[in-house]
Every structure is written in C-alpha cells, then in structure tokens.
C-alpha cells in the first residue's frame, strides 16, 4: 500500500527543509579562553620543542609557573589546581598516574614517555569526537615550554581534594626526583 501523492511529497519537503536547516546549523566548538599570563623567563630552555619526554619533570619553578598557568587557562574545564573531581571535563591528574607503579626504572620512563606524548598531542590538536569540539588545539596559543610546566604541576597535583601549596608540591617533585 502507498501513500497518497500528496503525503509523499510533503514528506519530501520536510525532508528537504531539515537537511537544510542542518547543513547550517552552526557546529558545537569550545571556546578558547586566551593565553596565560605568566612569567615564564626562569625556566630553562625547552631545546626539542613539543617531543617527550617532559624537560621539566619535576622542576620545582615549572611547578609554580606551571600552577599558575593552569589556573588561567585550564581550571574552567578541569578544576583549580588540578582537581577535576568535579568538573566537566577529565581529571588529569590520572594521565600516567600507573607509571609510578612500574617498578622497572626502563619501563616506567617509557610509560611516562606515552603519558607526555597523550598530554602533547591532546594540547597541540585539542579533543574532537563525532565532530564536536570538546577541547580547542592549544599550540598556537602555549608555547611548548609552558605547556611542559603546566604538565609538570599536574603530575605533582595531589590526588583528592587537597590544595597543597607550591613549596609542598616542589618538596614532593624533588624527593620524587631523588629516588629515581
């Protein structure tokens, strides 16, 4: 049985008229939020740019700048300080949180490896899924050597809901840092 002409064809049109009413419609984006301002003259040099592993780890000045810039740039989508517990978008604290666990020195600095290229290439291009924006590309907009600052702080972000101050977090980075 088929329908009537008429009832085809208006089928057709609203068809039509949604396809181009979607075709125009405008694309969910993120909003890129503007550059930190930050100081970044007193860290060292990032010679290799964007490549991993993290030239900062565990420098206690990249703590606090890193800090500061992610408090400016990051914190509307994933908490102050790091603490996205409760935030919209992921807890990145968690990014290479198992390496530690890895007790073979060899293995966990390849494991920290993967981390730094996931957080690099997740700031350079951003986070588009089904064609929605849920993160802008960062590169034109951090440079490397910050970007590794701000990755540097959230490693050494505490877990829970704590806020430790920047002498703790750089505390905890060098007693890290001596063990290896």
């Known amino acids: 049985m088929s329908l009537p002409l008429r ?88 990014i290479g949180g198992t390496c530690a666990k890895v007790s073979d020195e060899a293995l966990r600095q390849r494991c920290l490896g993967d981390a730094d290229f996931f957080f690099a290439k997740s700031v350079r291009y951003g986070k588009k899924k089904f064609d929605i924006e849920h993160m802008p590309a960062w590169e034109s907009v951090l440079s490397p050597q910050l970007a590794w600052a701000i990755r540097t702080f959230i490693e050494n972000a505490p877990k829970g809901n704590a806020t430790p101050s920047v002498s703790e977090l750089a505390r905890q980075a060098q007693a890290v840092q001596g063990t290896h």
């Open 7 to 94: 009832w085809r064809l208006g089928v057709a049109a609203v068809a039509a008229a949604m396809g181009v009413l979607l075709s125009h419609a405008p694309q969910a984006r993120a909003e890129t939020p503007p550059a930190p301002i930050v100081d970044t003259r007193t860290l060292p040099a990032v010679p290799n740019g964007w490549a991993e592993p993290n030239p900062l780890r565990g420098q206690a000045e990249a703590i606090r700048i890193g800090r500061d810039a992610f408090n400016q740039a990051c914190s509307r989508c994933h908490g102050v300080d790091a603490n996205g517990s409760r935030s919209p978008a992921p807890d990145l604290r968690r």
